[in-house]
């Protein structure tokens, strides 16, 4: 029996931002396990924040600044601080959500978490915009125009929600989250964000 191993994350999280090469250490050493059939990788949106036009509080401003610089000196991730006075945060990540959602239906997901991951923590872009994701998409290949129908349509059927609905019904609260889902069997499998070797053997274990 296969099994899937579940990655849930949210493109504006931080701490997803600083995981990311460790998880693509770990892909990459789970890769004859993923040839030989006997697992998969399934990806799932967290849905950090709802929509919202209004701006970030100064209070929560100074807070995710603060992450920032922990992650940055803890892991050794690279932040623009630049955001912070060039945009105007707010708390909002279902449309970036709702980008990596309309690029997964065109086999480019990973891209497009990317590109937004890189505006929001490299270029002090804002990705709580459309015109933000719209040209991440057209960087990754998408015709922008046919990515924003594809966006309302995603909004108006509620796709998001119903992922993030089934993601918390998995106990996939924080992001990021990884999970073994093998028959009706879901292991957790504990973060470490700078060696693959547990999350790997922990993996192992449950396949």
């Known amino acids: ?3 899937t191993l579940i990655y849930c994350y949210d493109p504006m ?3 997803c931002w ?3 090469p460790t998880w693509q250490a770990l892909q990459k ?4 396990i993923i040839e030989s ?3 998969y990788i399934n990806t799932m949106l967290g849905g950090l924040a709802v929509d919202s036009d209004a701006p970030m509080p100064p209070q929560m401003q100074t807070l995710l600044q603060g992450t920032w610089e922990r992650i940055a000196s803890q892991l050794g991730t690279k932040f623009n601080f630049d955001f912070w006075t060039q945009c105007q945060p707010r708390r909002s990540t279902y449309p970036a959500c709702r980008a990596c959602l309309v690029a997964r239906d065109h086999n480019l997901e990973s891209d497009m978490m990317s590109a ?3 505006a929001y923590y490299l270029n002090a872009q804002n990705p709580s915009d459309v015109e933000t994701l719209s040209h991440c998409a057209e960087h990754i290949g998408l015709n922008p125009m046919q990515f924003k129908k594809a966006m309302q349509h995603t909004k ?3 796709l998001l929600e119903k992922e993030v609905n089934s993601a918390r019904s998995l106990g996939l609260n924080s992001f990021p989250s990884l999970a073994v889902l093998k028959g009706d069997k879901l292991v957790h499998i504990p973060l470490d964000y700078e060696d693959i070797t547990s999350m790997l053997n922990d993996i192992k274990a449950v396949i």
Do not use: N, T, V
């Open 1 to 3: 029996m296969s099994a």
């Open 13 to 15: 999280c931080s701490w």
């Open 18 to 20: 600083g995981f990311k």
């Open 29 to 32: 050493a789970l890769e004859p």
């Open 37 to 39: 059939g006997d697992l």
């Open 116 to 118: 937004i991951q890189e």
């Open 156 to 158: 108006e059927q509620g």
